[in-house]
């Protein structure tokens, strides 16, 4: 998808090197990537957060597991 709009080049090119990019279009789709990553990282920790998970936590867990 074309669309136009205005960057902040200070911003740009903190995230070109954050990223590793050097392109506009490649540091910006890096960034979407990282914020949609992100999102599913948030995501699964809620889903495992809200489940009964004790049986990780409990005492007869085995070392290789940690």
């Known amino acids: 998808m074309r669309t136009v709009v205005d960057i902040d080049k200070r911003l740009l090119e903190l995230a070109q090197r954050e990223l590793g990019t050097s392109t506009m ?5 890096a960034a979407l990537e ?8 948030r995501e699964a ?19 290789h597991a940690w």
Do not use: H, M, S
Not at 25 to 29: A, G, I, L
């Open 45 to 63: 920790f809620e889903y495992w957060r809200t489940r009964d998970n004790t049986d990780l936590l409990g005492q007869e867990r085995p070392n």
């Open 34 to 41: 990282e914020i949609a990553e992100r999102a599913r990282r």
């Open 25 to 29: 279009k490649d540091t910006v789709n």
